[in-house]
């Protein structure tokens, strides 16, 4: 066990809806790393955050975006569904302390699945 | 920019044999490597890492060393378990330009140890 919680575990929804994903941290982590891992594109970073505000962005669709709450918690918003967003999501966090490279722990992720 | 080439699977090996796993990797900057592993039905776990040129990481076995000159991250373990099948993914961090500490993928090599 990470530490890393992911809810829901399995979502099942249709073209053109919007969904949340959530997220909270290994306790004292204030990163949190948001990846998406489909079968053609592989494992990609989306979005990071680090103590509420926005760090870096991968390859996020402008449909998407992320949020880090004070409690450090993070949400996944996905909206405009479609066929191809259906994915395994993956949140990790870290402590993220400057200049160093810390080690990443993966929750077990958001199985999303579009019809 | 930054990318991780992994030896394209699936690996079937029986057990008590010699497993390698290639990876090399482009970076920009001075990176960070990461072997995570993924076991059926679960997120990612770290298994081990090198931050440097000429290190070693090092874990349940397995180990893999930073090649700087040939810009390698090699995945060994001398004798394989049933237990050890799974899929496992070569990444690398490359904070140094950006200060971002994301994580860039590999494609995933299937591991399956038959007894």
């Known amino acids: 066990d990470s530490g890393v919680t992911q809810t829901p575990k399995h979502l099942i929804t249709a073209t053109g809806q919007r969904v949340t994903l959530r997220c909270s941290p290994r306790?004292?982590?204030?990163?949190v790393y948001w990846y998406q891992q489909s079968l053609d594109q592989g494992l990609q970073f989306l979005i990071q955050?680090?103590?509420?505000?926005?760090?870096a962005k991968g390859n996020i669709l402008e449909r998407f975006s992320a949020q880090q709450f004070p409690d450090l918690h993070s949400e996944l918003n996905l909206s405009s569904l479609e066929l191809g967003d259906s994915a395994l999501y993956f949140c990790?966090?870290?402590?993220?302390?400057?200049?160093?490279?810390?080690?990443?722990?993966f929750g077990p992720g958001t199985r999303l699945l579009v019809l | 920019g930054n990318s991780v080439t992994q030896m394209e699977g699936p690996v079937t090996l029986s057990e008590e044999a010699f497993l390698t796993i290639n990876c090399t990797y482009t970076?920009?900057?001075?990176?960070?490597l990461f072997w995570y592993v993924q076991y059926p039905g679960e997120g990612l776990q770290l298994l081990l890492k090198?931050?440097?040129?000429?290190d070693k990481g090092s874990n349940k076995g397995f180990e893999a060393t930073y090649r700087k000159e040939t810009t390698s991250f090699h995945l060994e373990k001398g004798s394989v378990q049933v237990s050890d099948s799974a899929v496992y993914f070569c990444?690398?961090?490359?904070?140094?330009?950006?200060?971002?500490?994301?994580?860039?993928f590999g494609t995933g090599t299937r591991l399956t140890v038959i007894p």
């Open positions: 990790a966090s870290s402590v993220e302390l400057a200049g160093g490279v810390e080690t990443q722990y």
């Open positions: 306790s004292g982590d204030l990163s």
């Open positions: 955050y680090y103590n509420g505000e926005e760090r």
């Open positions: 970076a920009t900057g001075y990176p960070s």
């Open positions: 090198a931050t440097k040129a000429d």
């Open positions: 990444a690398l961090s490359d904070p140094s330009l950006t200060g971002a500490n994301n994580l860039f």
